[in-house]
């Protein structure tokens, strides 16, 4: 099982970034996906999960209006971060996760398979 994160770059403070997760291996259409993000100097936390159908999804708070969370399990079991008005603070590596427990969303020790991170840098 592999996950493949890209769409990471260098932005200015107000723009948009799309980042993709993509997944081999095996289908996770039976699993919540999830982004987790890791600024730096700081511990991993949890920015937005989505359910196995698409139907449910989860962000944290100060991500909710901002971040948007979607999958296309007819594209290679793709899952997608749509972020808008970016802020300095969104910088980080951001992961994809997949094979999560719906209950746990937030909780990064409940997935089982991580991509290798996307470098998110967002300029003031």
């Known amino acids: 099982v592999q996950l493949q994160a890209y769409g990471g770059g260098l932005v200015q403070a107000g723009n948009s970034l799309r980042l993709s997760c993509v997944t081999s291996?095996?289908?996770?259409?039976?699993?919540?996906m999830g982004w987790f993000r890791q600024p730096p100097g700081k511990e991993r936390e949890f920015v937005a999960a989505?359910?196995?159908?698409?139907?449910?999804?989860?962000y944290a708070d100060s991500m909710k209006s901002r971040f948007t969370i979607s999958r296309d399990d007819k594209v290679k079991n793709t899952v997608y971060l749509q972020m808008n008005s970016l802020k300095p603070e969104d910088t980080a590596a951001y992961y994809c996760?997949?094979?999560?427990?719906?209950?746990?969303?937030?909780?990064?020790?409940?997935?089982?398979?991580w991509g290798q991170g996307t470098k998110v840098t967002v300029s003031s």
């Open positions: 996760a997949a094979d999560g427990a719906e209950g746990w969303y937030w909780d990064a020790t409940a997935y089982r398979y």
């Open positions: 989505i359910s196995w159908n698409g139907a449910s999804t989860y």
């Open positions: 291996g095996r289908t996770f259409n039976y699993n919540v």
